[in-house]
């Protein structure tokens, strides 16, 4: 990108206020404005689908989200729908999740 904005400068391609590497650093500086203050709310950004491997204790696991329901290849979420890894998830994305993804209820057998 440098190399196609100098060598544009030299043709005598010039924007409205400057050279055409002066606009390609202004555009550049007001992009990474706008993401720093993104970064600062997070609340714009919410999960929709994920896949993550999870190193537990016992072994490591495929844990997912799709929509508002997670999958874990644990044990304990097959027989009751919920574990330490999905919880885990949960505490550490949850400004990122619906309330339902959020907050799930573990299946317990009658």
Not at 9 to 29: A, C, P, Q
Not at 62 to 87: I, N, P, Q, Y
């Amino acid at each position: 990108m440098l190399w196609l904005g100098s060598k544009l400068g030299t043709s005598g391609l010039t924007g409205k206020n400057g050279s055409v590497e002066d606009l390609m650093y202004s555009s550049l500086i007001s992009k990474i404005e706008k993401a720093k203050r993104y970064a600062e709310e997070p609340e714009r950004i919410s999960f929709r689908s994920f896949e993550v491997a999870f190193r537990g204790d016992n072994g490591t696991h495929a844990v997912s989200l799709k929509g508002d329901d997670w999958t874990c290849e644990c044990e304990h979420f097959r027989t009751s729908g919920l574990c330490a890894h999905v919880m885990t998830l949960q505490r550490v994305f949850g400004t990122h999740l619906t309330d339902n993804a959020r907050y799930t209820q573990e299946h317990v057998p009658a």
